[in-house]
């Protein structure tokens, strides 16, 4: 079978596996689309530290069972969607419900070998049933699953002032949940595109640049009070240290974003206000479940968020040029 495989930082090649060889308890996938998200982007830069080259990158995941697990749970030809997120069920987070954060969690396409690839077996308790969306929605469910999660940490309301700091797909799929929760959600990027594209598309009421004088800005939004709950999608050790700044007395300051980097605040600022600091990692299958409910439903722009494509065979040509600001890409995605 044929994988993309990451060497080293800025290598990509076409190479030739081996079909994996489903055992028991696992589903055979024939992989059909890959979404490339933020963190593939990393791998291919050398940013990401918890990798090994060379690495074949995919975790948002869909395709159709060529063959189904022993229990017959899935039909053959299904479409479905994958949680990258291997867990081990034995730690203490597993089993207060938290695999999105076992100690001993290892992800398709980053510690592990992921799908990139013509054929993927996985065990079944990561293989959910997709019937009903297009291949292209159900290889967006994961990023969409992150910002669900985020949402659900932050407790959000009717009417809750929500700040997401950072619009790329995570900060998208936040302001989306959000919105659909019922909040007033101000949107603060850099990229006009991206920001207006969440007040026309995603729902947010108020979209703010960062060439504004953007305390000012906040301030004027929110009658000087600021934010119910912020939530961080920047990626930047910088953007998540001024996050605290707009975060109002009572309120909650949502870490959806990692870096390898220490994050400094004001201590007697954060005490003044009883803040509520959050992280919030991956997500659980309970909110691949409900994502899957709201694509199907109609509740999430699939069309309009998906921008790019290409074969994977052509992938290493087109990779390098996705990460350039000027392509617009939103979510794009590699078709199998």
Not at 62 to 72: L, M, P
Not at 76 to 87: E, I, N, Q, S
Not at 134 to 141: G, H, N, P, Y
Not at 231 to 237: I, K, P
């Amino acid at each position: 079978m044929k994988v993309v495989v990451c060497g080293a930082p800025g290598e990509l090649a076409v190479d030739d596996r081996i079909r994996p060889v489903r055992r028991p308890g696992q589903v055979l996938i024939r992989i059909r689309r890959v979404g490339i998200c933020g963190t593939d982007y990393h791998i291919f830069r050398g940013m990401q530290p918890y990798l090994s080259y060379p690495r074949v990158m995919g975790h948002e995941l869909a395709g159709t069972v060529a063959e189904s697990d022993d229990a017959g749970r899935f039909a053959v030809g299904a479409t479905v969607c994958v949680m990258p997120y291997l867990f081990c069920s034995r730690c203490g987070a597993c089993r207060k419900g938290k695999t999105n954060c076992c100690t001993n969690i290892k992800v398709l396409g980053v510690h592990v070998d992921g799908g990139l690839a013509d054929y993927l077996a996985v065990d079944e308790r990561y293989v959910l049933d997709a019937t009903g969306l297009s291949l292209d929605a159900a290889a967006m469910i994961e990023f969409l699953s992150i910002g669900y999660h985020a949402v659900q940490r932050g407790a959000l309301g009717p009417n809750t002032r929500v700040l997401v700091v950072g619009a790329g797909p995570i900060g998208m799929a936040v302001t989306l949940f959000a919105a659909d929760a019922g909040a007033v959600v101000t949107v603060l990027d850099g990229m006009a595109a991206r920001t207006r594209f969440c007040t026309e598309r995603l729902g947010a009421t108020h979209a703010v640049g960062l060439d504004e004088d953007v305390p000012m800005r906040l301030a004027a939004i929110t009658n000087a009070e600021f934010f119910d709950v912020v939530f961080d999608a920047t990626g930047s050790a910088a953007a998540m240290e001024t996050g605290f700044g707009y975060v109002g007395h009572g309120g909650a300051y949502v870490l959806v974003s990692v870096v390898s980097a220490e994050i400094r605040f004001s201590d007697p600022e954060f005490h003044k206000r009883e803040m509520t600091l959050l992280g919030s990692r991956n997500a659980t299958r309970a909110d691949f479940a409900a994502v899957i409910e709201a694509v199907r439903v109609g509740r999430v722009p699939i069309e309009a968020m998906h921008t790019h494509s290409a074969a994977l065979l052509d992938l290493p040509a087109s990779f390098r040029g996705w990460m350039d600001p000027v392509a617009g890409v939103i979510k794009a995605i590699v078709r199998l």
